[in-house]
């Protein structure tokens, strides 16, 4: 594929091979549980089996009284001690939407393990902790929990209803969220509108299954006081704030490490409360203390995401172009709402994506139900949008017997209108505005790629032959590049090598290679010279983490404005010793010299050795400078995916015949590495169009807790994905970068549904919600034929 | 002194409420000696009594294949059996594959260059998936296919993964067949 040759001069735009993976082939990786602490003590969680109970009573005694158990805690033991845990950070409301949009977010703090009440299966009751795992699920079946239950209520329109069940027995009503925003004047529009197209999409409950299920080890060392954590985190500063702060101690007491992560997605970017109870345990012990979660635990209780409900209305000219949209989104909280406005409101401010839409409003309710609370997952939010947003697209094109590519050519903002603002606020508060993109190039990229007439012509014979050939398109844009800030260090070390420090960690991002590869090109060093800390918080005090599609043009930005420094301070140290004048110095290679003097080299373990002694240097003794970049604005990655299917109205098998991405994430640091996010995204779209659904029977059980149930895609399910690119370099940021990690998982639902639809359309087929596994294409089939 | 190549299991602290029997196999190589109880699995016994993380625990079930081993030439998922049931057996990890300071071998270098590894946690269990195949003398586009199909990435989408094992095993960097 296409990289500009034009950026990246140097190791900046190669496909350098990564640096950690050396390593991880050799299973020397060092994930959670391959950390080896002497005396380590584990821990099982007792949780609830029911969805909605009031607990009258809970014996641990036979527990605690098990040889090898070393303590038990319960919803008693801890309230008095912990408060219950709220996500601060993410339940601020900024100014700009308290300001002008007012909305409802009401916050419902989680405790630790239920006192008296417990509010969905999977819900921590107890905790044991134990000489070992085996000993503590023994421990499990000791204890007596006895459950009065209560009424449930599991779907979220009804949890709305007025006389629903309440969710939590000391709530007013079933509601977290409430937004009400828009722009223009859309019953006008819909009024004078040739056509309006209104139907109700809705997006499934599924997971973002880490291969690695969450863990945490803790351990108190008295003789420095300090509490040390490793954790599979994405977020290790705000892990550390929050434990300090829970636990009673000064943020500095307590050092977060994030270790070697496998996978994060978003579930480990949260806190949840068993991240609070084992370190409170190994406080409380002197003692190691470690959990490492069980797939049964991480489908059941791990945050779940994506379930939204969109009763979505398009209004139309007679020739296509979009004069309004109106939505009205339910999205499914669970039993509490973790993360504010994150999810309701990306939703809310991604729906239109790329097209121009003069008049929108969009109501986004947040719903409490007896389930498993929901929290972001790669995509957080958009996935559902788009799905809502590309299906009523397809349904208009499908009312105004246009092509859906042509349809999306006539509404898409064009290149010329950028930096082009939608007229509603952004997730800070401030006028959303994409910084920069090239929507039409993308849709004449894929027309090509895809061959569209060529395919139009086969789809046509092949109905004649009685095979069912579809095409489908979806395209998104994303904010990428969240603010508030990212920090970086950067240290040449005594030996000459240089250093990286960051708060955002890498769960399989390769942050490792990226960042060298940006810390070696601005500073002139080769980048097998260079390390990278990412997520240890005695390293950087402070820090955000890796979610969000951030950490490239956050972490990214804040080393090259480091790294900027320290090579200041270099050539200013090495001119005092050359007694030169830094302007006739240039480091390249490690390496600094005079300009067009060779011969005369100083090497950075040279400079590091003099520096105590150099006019500049004495009084500081070292080349290291911190940095943190607070991003202006949003960059404003997008992507097309466009899939050709046919299927099987007998089977209800689909097969995807071609699968292809056109892709905009501002300038690639590392082709490689960025095409491999897309196609992994892909995959966990895939997933979310074909088999995955977290399902709950009728009783707030979750019916899916292993993955025989809970079906992933594997290497047989995944088309290989014809990748093509677009740069658009982001005016918001030196680097030029967007984020692009979540992208990928963004298209699949809508782009496959609006296939499934194009190729069953003989049949007059609508497709209102995923996952399309064979029996629910048979049954969209044969409803037709009533 | 004892033979090097005899590795001693760590025995935990406390013992816990089951039958304990002597175990004796080849690790990677090593005759290892162990007392273990009935219950533990054996992916306990060599991440945590052998010290050989490598091999990780994805699921319990069998389902992910991110604790595939190789067990008698077989590969197996390490956490369905117990370790009493491997005693007299052949057993190969992750940490067998190149041994430390040596150059990684075809198959690993094929994943690093086709970059067929994100985050690394399901690594391991494609390696010895494939390694067993590759030894099985059947390799083949159709049983790279169903190989692959038994272990389970979230990181890759799989493309990548695909490619490495047919560079490997068929030596072609062709794009794996859809």
Not at chain 1, 159 to 170: K, N, Q, R, T, Y
Not at chain 1, 193 to 209: G, I, K, M, N, P
Not at chain 2, 109 to 114: L, M, S, V
Request: aromatic fraction near 4%.
């Amino acid at each position: 594929m296409s990289h500009d040759a034009a950026i990246g001069e140097g190791i900046l735009g190669r496909s350098v091979p990564r640096v950690e993976d050396d390593r991880l082939l050799r299973g020397e990786g060092r994930f959670v549980d391959d950390l080896q602490i002497p005396g380590a003590l584990e821990v099982a969680f007792l949780r609830s089996p029911v969805a909605h109970a009031r607990i009258t009573s809970v014996d641990i005694a036979a527990a605690l009284a098990l040889p090898g158990v070393v303590a038990v805690y319960d919803g008693a033991s801890v309230a008095d001690r912990v408060e219950p845990l709220l996500n601060s950070e993410e339940l601020r409301v900024p100014e700009g939407i308290r300001a002008n949009i007012d909305p409802i977010v009401r916050i419902q703090p989680s405790p630790l393990l239920a006192v008296d009440e417990v509010n969905y299966v999977g819900q921590p009751v107890a905790m044991v902790v134990a000489e070992s795992r085996y000993l503590a699920e023994d421990a499990l079946e000791l204890i007596d929990v006895e459950y009065d239950a209560l009424s449930a209520v599991l779907d979220p329109e009804q949890a709305l209803v007025d006389g629903s069940p309440l969710v939590l027995s000391d709530a007013e009503d079933n509601i977290g969220v409430h937004i009400e925003h828009g722009t223009g004047d859309v019953e006008r529009a819909f009024a004078e509108a040739a056509v309006v197209v209104e139907d109700t999409f809705v997006s499934q409950r599924y997971v973002a299954s880490p291969m690695e299920c969450r863990g945490i080890v803790a351990t108190h060392d008295p003789f420095s006081n300090q509490l040390t954590v490793w954790s599979n985190t994405q977020t290790p500063h705000r892990v550390r704030n929050h434990l300090a702060s829970a636990i009673g101690l000064d943020p500095e007491a307590v050092r977060v490490i994030s270790v070697d992560v496998g996978g994060g997605f978003g579930q480990k970017g949260i806190l949840v409360v068993e991240e609070l109870l084992v370190p409170l345990a190994a406080h409380d012990l002197g003692r190691p203390v470690r959990w490492l979660e069980d797939r049964n635990e991480n489908l059941m209780a791990g945050t779940h995401a994506r379930e939204q409900v969109h009763h979505i209305a398009i209004a139309a000219d007679a020739e296509g172009r979009i004069l309004g949209v109106r939505d009205r989104m339910i999205v499914n909280l669970g039993c509490r709402n973790m993360v504010g406005l994150v999810v309701p409101y990306n939703s809310l401010c991604h729906l239109v994506g790329p097209y121009r839409v003069p008049n929108l409003r969009i109501t986004a309710t947040g719903a409490l139900t007896n389930t498993m609370c929901t929290a972001p997952y790669r995509g957080a939010g958009r996935p559902e949008t788009v799905f809502a947003m590309e299906r009523v697209m397809d349904r208009l094109a499908d009312e105004l017997d246009l092509d859906p590519w042509e349809l999306r050519r006539r509404n898409v903002i064009t290149p010329a209108e950028m930096p082009y603002r939608t007229g509603i606020l952004d997730r800070r508060g401030l006028p959303q505005e994409y910084d920069s993109g090239d929507y039409p190039e993308m849709l004449d990229r894929i027309h090509k790629m895809i061959d569209l007439d060529g395919f139009r012509k086969r789809q046509q014979q092949a109905r004649s032959e009685g095979r069912y050939l579809g095409l489908g398109l979806a395209m998104y844009l994303e904010a990428t590049g969240l603010g508030p800030f990212e920090g970086a260090k950067v240290t040449v070390l005594p030996s000459g090598r240089i250093r990286i420090s960051t708060g955002a960690p890498s769960q399989g991002q390769g942050h490792r290679t990226t960042f060298a590869q940006i810390a070696a090109e601005s500073l002139g060093v080769p980048f097998e010279d260079v390390e990278l800390v990412a997520g240890d918080t005695r390293d950087i005090p402070f820090g955000v983490g890796t979610i969000a599609s951030r950490a490239l043009v956050t972490a990214g930005n804040a080393i090259l404005q480091a790294a900027t420094l320290v090579r200041e301070r270099i050539l200013a140290t090495a001119a005092d010793m050359l007694e030169l004048d830094p302007e006739d110095l240039e480091l390249l290679g490690g390496v600094v010299r005079p300009k067009g003097v060779p011969g005369h080299e100083l090497e950075l373990a040279d400079i590091m050795r003099a520096l105590p002694v150099t006019p500049r240097g004495s009084g500081r003794d070292s080349l290291s400078e911190t940095s943190y970049f607070q991003p202006p604005n949003y960059a404003t990655s997008s992507g097309l995916h466009a899939v050709l299917v046919e299927v099987d109205p007998d089977t209800g098998r689909i097969e995807i015949d071609d699968y292809v991405v056109v892709h905009e994430a501002g300038r690639i640091v590392n082709p490689q590495v960025a095409d491999a996010q897309i196609v992994g995204g892909t995959a966990q779209g895939l997933g979310g169009a074909l088999f995955e659904h977290l399902q709950y029977d009728a009783s707030g059980q979750p019916v899916t807790t292993t993955f025989m149930d809970y079906v992933l895609p594997t290497a047989g399910s995944m088309p290989d994905v014809r990748l093509d690119e677009v740069v658009c370099p982001s005016p918001t940021n030196a680097l030029g970068v967007k984020g692009l990690g979540e992208g990928g998982a963004v298209g699949p639902p809508a782009a496959i549904a609006n296939a499934v639809e194009d190729a069953l359309r003989p049949f007059g087929v609508v497709v209102h919600a995923c996952p399309l596994t064979p029996n629910r294409v048979r049954d969209l089939v044969r409803a037709t034929q009533l | 002194m004892a033979d090097s190549r005899v590795r001693t299991a760590t025995t935990p602290p406390l013992l816990e409420p089951s039958a304990w029997h002597e175990i004796e196999l080849e690790v990677n190589g090593e005759i290892v000696g162990a007392q273990v109880e009935s219950r533990l699995l054996l992916v306990d016994f060599l991440r945590h009594r052998l010290g050989l993380t490598g091999t990780h625990v994805g699921c319990e079930q069998g389902s992910c294949g991110a604790c595939t081993i190789i067990i008698d030439g077989q590969a197996s998922r390490s956490c369905l059996a117990f370790a009493v049931q491997a005693d007299g057996a052949s057993i190969r990890t992750v940490e067998g594959l190149a041994p430390s300071g040596a150059p990684l071998n075809r198959l690993q270098e094929a994943f690093h260059t086709e970059h067929g590894l994100q985050c690394g946690f399901c690594t391991p269990g494609f390696l010895m998936s494939l390694t067993a195949l590759e030894e099985s003398g059947e390799v083949g586009k159709e049983s790279i296919e169903e190989h692959l199909d038994g272990n389970l990435c979230r990181c890759t989408g799989y493309v990548n993964i695909k490619k490495a094992a047919h560079k490997a095993l068929l030596g072609t960097s062709e794009e794996a067949a859809r």
